[in-house]
Protein backbone atom coordinates (compact mmCIF):
# COMPACT_ATOMS: atom_id res chain seq x y z
CA UNK A 1 0.00 0.00 0.00
CA UNK A 2 1.54 3.58 -1.01
CA UNK A 3 1.81 5.53 1.76
CA UNK A 4 -0.32 9.16 1.52
CA UNK A 5 2.57 11.28 1.79
CA UNK A 6 4.21 9.97 -0.92
CA UNK A 7 0.71 10.23 -3.41
CA UNK A 8 0.10 13.57 -2.49
CA UNK A 9 3.60 14.77 -3.29
CA UNK A 10 2.97 12.65 -6.98
CA UNK A 11 -0.15 14.49 -6.96
CA UNK A 12 0.95 17.73 -6.26
CA UNK A 13 4.05 17.41 -8.73
CA UNK A 14 1.81 16.39 -11.44
CA UNK A 15 -0.24 19.58 -10.50
CA UNK A 16 2.60 21.38 -10.86
CA UNK A 17 3.96 20.03 -14.26
CA UNK A 18 0.82 20.44 -15.88
CA UNK A 19 0.16 24.18 -14.51
CA UNK A 20 3.58 25.08 -15.62
CA UNK A 21 2.90 23.66 -19.36
CA UNK A 22 -0.29 25.60 -19.54
CA UNK A 23 0.89 28.62 -17.56
CA UNK A 24 3.93 28.78 -20.81
CA UNK A 25 0.94 28.40 -23.31
CA UNK A 26 -1.09 30.68 -22.05
CA UNK A 27 1.54 33.20 -21.65
CA UNK A 28 3.66 32.98 -24.43
CA UNK A 29 1.32 31.88 -26.98
CA UNK A 30 0.65 34.83 -29.04
CA UNK A 31 4.17 36.16 -28.95
CA UNK A 32 6.97 35.36 -31.01
CA UNK A 33 10.54 34.13 -29.02
CA UNK A 34 13.87 35.51 -30.09
CA UNK A 35 16.71 32.75 -30.34
CA UNK A 36 17.75 33.29 -26.77
CA UNK A 37 14.39 32.60 -25.16
CA UNK A 38 13.78 29.54 -27.26
CA UNK A 39 17.05 28.14 -25.84
CA UNK A 40 16.25 29.03 -22.37
CA UNK A 41 12.55 27.33 -22.79
CA UNK A 42 14.57 24.46 -24.53
CA UNK A 43 16.87 23.97 -21.58
CA UNK A 44 14.24 24.14 -18.54
CA UNK A 45 13.28 20.43 -18.48
CA UNK A 46 16.73 19.86 -17.77
CA UNK A 47 17.11 21.93 -15.26
CA UNK A 48 14.22 20.81 -13.47
CA UNK A 49 14.96 17.27 -13.83
CA UNK A 50 18.77 18.15 -12.54
CA UNK A 51 16.40 19.88 -9.27
CA UNK A 52 14.99 16.51 -8.88
CA UNK A 53 17.77 13.90 -8.96
CA UNK A 54 20.50 16.25 -7.45
CA UNK A 55 20.06 16.02 -3.85
CA UNK A 56 20.89 11.80 -4.51
CA UNK A 57 24.23 12.73 -5.67
CA UNK A 58 24.76 14.56 -2.36
CA UNK A 59 25.72 10.98 -1.15
CA UNK A 60 29.18 9.90 -0.32
CA UNK A 61 28.79 7.07 -2.76
CA UNK A 62 31.88 7.38 -5.04
CA UNK A 63 30.30 5.57 -7.76
CA UNK A 64 27.69 7.94 -8.04
CA UNK A 65 29.93 11.07 -7.83
CA UNK A 66 32.16 9.22 -10.46
CA UNK A 67 28.87 8.53 -13.09
CA UNK A 68 28.04 11.98 -12.41
CA UNK A 69 31.34 13.48 -13.16
CA UNK A 70 31.13 10.89 -16.02
CA UNK A 71 27.69 12.58 -17.36
CA UNK A 72 28.84 16.27 -16.96
CA UNK A 73 31.87 15.45 -19.37
CA UNK A 74 29.48 13.83 -21.79
CA UNK A 75 27.12 16.75 -21.25
CA UNK A 76 29.46 19.52 -22.45
CA UNK A 77 30.55 17.13 -25.99
CA UNK A 78 27.40 15.11 -26.58
CA UNK A 79 23.47 15.83 -27.39
CA UNK A 80 20.81 15.31 -24.84
CA UNK A 81 20.39 11.26 -25.55
CA UNK A 82 23.76 10.26 -25.86
CA UNK A 83 24.44 12.21 -23.05
CA UNK A 84 21.60 10.73 -20.89
CA UNK A 85 22.80 7.07 -22.23
CA UNK A 86 26.25 7.44 -20.85
CA UNK A 87 24.44 8.52 -17.34
CA UNK A 88 22.89 5.82 -17.03
CA UNK A 89 25.16 3.21 -18.34
CA UNK A 90 27.77 4.81 -16.36
CA UNK A 91 25.98 4.65 -12.88
CA UNK A 92 24.73 1.34 -13.52
CA UNK A 93 28.30 0.11 -14.13
CA UNK A 94 30.35 2.23 -11.88
CA UNK A 95 27.30 1.08 -9.11
CA UNK A 96 28.08 -2.52 -10.26
CA UNK A 97 31.51 -2.19 -10.37
CA UNK A 98 32.39 0.12 -7.12
CA UNK A 99 29.47 -1.11 -5.08
Known sequence: MIDWTTLLAIVLM??????TRVGGYLLLRNRALNSRAERVMEAAPG???ISVIAPNFVADNPADLLAIALTLVAAARLPLLQTVVVGVCSAGLLRHIVG
Open 47 to 49: CVL
Open 14 to 19: ACVTYL
